[in-house]
């Protein structure tokens, strides 16, 4: 069976090839030319006589050669714009700056899982500017533009853990923007998938206390740190029971960082907006459930 990895592969091979060919033909042949025509030899240059049917030849065969890289490259774009029907369907937001994985059941995750074999399609939203899908391992690469429908499909066909990265330069923390695919058997996948507890290897976020864990898989950190340095966002260490000065509806008060209040924060950022700080935290009502919140709120307690 064709896979994503084949078919870009296959048509880069294909023209690398070709173009090696014609790079040591044209080489040869100037070379050639350039000895056997040259001053010494040829003191009055040589008269050629025209002749229709070299010249039909080179006009057709390079023609030729040139269309048989396109109809390699457009076989192979077209396999990887239609994702066969039965593939398995997961949502990924892409936004600044992390990936977030959600299947068909609700389940999220922070790293792509997928069963080994199995035909899978991405569905891509990005929550703010353009991000690029792009899993070099697999060869495939996809833009996540704001309101537009994307997706990028493709089959495992080895077991492993493999790169996902952001292909468009997407702000601060564009570099940071990294998540893992990770290959495993069916059986382990499904498991996983209906909320087995299962630590794959190679997985991004393993062996973090469940709200510090949350705050790096849905990509709090890449804004807020831990420690008290401010970043693209507020520090969050310190931050329980602290004053805070806000703006709201474009009056300024201070208000106490209660669980009321980082509740607010999280699912409606722009109604506080923390003075010296731009408003540009993304809503994350998709991305963090009120469980999750919650788990958040009682590590921020403890984070002193
Ligand atoms: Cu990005």
Known sequence: MATSTGVVDGALIYILAMSVLLLFLIVFFMIYFAVRYRASRNPVPSELPESPLIEAIWVIVP??????????????????????????????????WSWLFEYDNGKKSADLIVPLG?????????????????????????????????????????????????????????????AKLIVVPPDQFEAWRQGKKIEFTGASY???????????????????????????????????????????????????ADSAY?????????????????????????????DEIGRIISYLKGLK
């Open 63 to 96: 023609t030729l050669l040139v269309t048989t890289m396109f109809i390699y490259g457009l076989t192979g774009f077209r396999f990887l714009r239609s994702a066969p029907a039965n593939s398995l369907v997961v949502k990924v937001y892409a936004r600044q």
């Open 118 to 178: 199995k035909n899978v399609r991405c569905e891509l939203i990005s929550a703010d500017v353009i991000h690029g899908f792009y899993v070099p391992a697999f060869r495939i690469q996809q833009d996540a533009v704001p309101g537009l429908a994307t997706y990028a499909w493709f089959n495992a066909t080895t077991m492993g853990s493999y790169y996902i990265l952001c292909s468009q330069y997407c702000g601060r923390r564009h570099s940071a923007m990294i």
């Open 206 to 256: 393993a062996n973090m206390p469940a709200g510090e864990r949350l705050l790096y898989e849905r990509g709090c950190v890449s804004c807020h740190s831990l420690e008290d340095n401010k970043m693209m966002g507020p520090p969050f260490k310190g931050l329980f029971g602290s004053q805070v000065v806000v703006t709201t509806a474009g009056v300024q008060r201070t208000v106490v």
């Open 262 to 290: 980082i509740h607010k924060s999280i699912v409606d950022p722009g109604a506080d907006i923390v003075s010296g700080f731009p408003n540009t935290m993304p809503p994350s009502k998709d991305v963090v459930s009120e």
